[in-house]
């Protein structure tokens, strides 16, 4: 199963969007699509306590904001992961 990503931008140098993500077939989760990313990316904390990580503002499935991990994903689904980006310094 495919999944399209998209995210306001690009992590970790490995995770350059949009890209395409394979999942498995079996009923797969929006906590199975993170833990993907996240393991691409291991400075960024996409998920927490069994919630949405600091640093993921909202995520989106075909343009509807989910904050469940229990989300269910579909083949062509399009995620778009919406990332805080902190400033490093200040001038």
Do not use: W
């Amino acid at each position: 199963m495919i999944i399209n990503v998209d995210s306001n931008v690009a992590m970790c140098g490995q995770l350059v969007t949009p890209m395409r993500v394979e999942l498995p077939e079996e009923s797969p989760t929006l906590a199975d699509l993170l833990a993907q990313l996240a393991a691409l990316c291991r400075s960024m904390e996409f998920v927490r306590d069994n919630k949405l990580g600091d640093d993921v503002r909202v995520v989106l499935i075909n343009g509807k904001e989910h904050y469940s991990l229990d989300s269910r994903l579909r083949d062509g689904d399009q995620v778009t992961v919406v990332v805080e980006i902190v400033p490093l310094g200040g001038g």
